[in-house]
């Protein structure tokens, strides 16, 4: 087992690597859908212990499915609404220890019980989110958070 400042240093090694990753991966592709599915597997991949990973994006005043790896989902949520409503309209990053905690939470998936919400952000307009459920509480720490957001802005360079 890691001790804390060891575990801190090999994530935030491992999360380096994937971030290299999904740039080598990304590059010289044009096409949005082929990208976000991509690194929807490419997370699903890196990441233990979550249940769903993908991608709402932004049509009009709501979001709508996009790529992603996991069950089932919801189609349409609206700017403000959830989670991932809630990060599209505010345009920051939403951590949730517990779901059921969440004011108005849209529980697509009933196993989910912790959410990391990303907003991809490009020329100062989200464009989507990202969305990671676990089905365990308290999945989602700062680091995780840290380079998910390097993650997606890695990405959002190549949609």
């Known amino acids: 087992m890691f001790q804390s400042s060891s575990y801190s240093q090999n994530l935030a090694e491992a999360y380096t690597l994937l971030n290299k990753q999904l740039d080598a991966l990304l590059d010289g592709e044009t096409d949005s859908i082929a990208n976000l599915a991509n690194a929807s597997a490419l997370l699903n991949q890196f990441l233990n212990d979550v249940n769903w990973v993908g991608?709402?994006?932004?049509?009009?005043?709501?979001?709508?499915?996009?790529?992603?790896?996991?069950?089932?989902?919801?189609?349409?949520?609206?700017?403000?609404?959830?989670?991932?409503?809630?990060?599209?309209?505010?345009?920051?990053t939403i951590r949730v220890a517990d779901v059921h905690q969440f004011p108005g939470h849209i529980a697509c998936d009933a196993a989910s019980r912790s959410e990391i919400v990303v907003p991809l952000i490009k020329n100062g307009q989200t464009i989507g989110v990202l969305d990671i459920d676990s089905p365990s509480l308290d999945r989602f720490s700062d680091e995780d958070e840290k380079y998910l957001h390097q993650f997606a802005e890695i990405l959002v360079k190549h949609l």
Do not use: D
């Open 55 to 92: 991608f709402y994006l932004t049509k009009e005043t709501e979001l709508i499915l996009g790529p992603f790896q996991g069950m089932p989902a919801c189609v349409r949520i609206s700017f403000g609404k959830g989670v991932c409503g809630t990060a599209a309209a505010e345009q920051k």
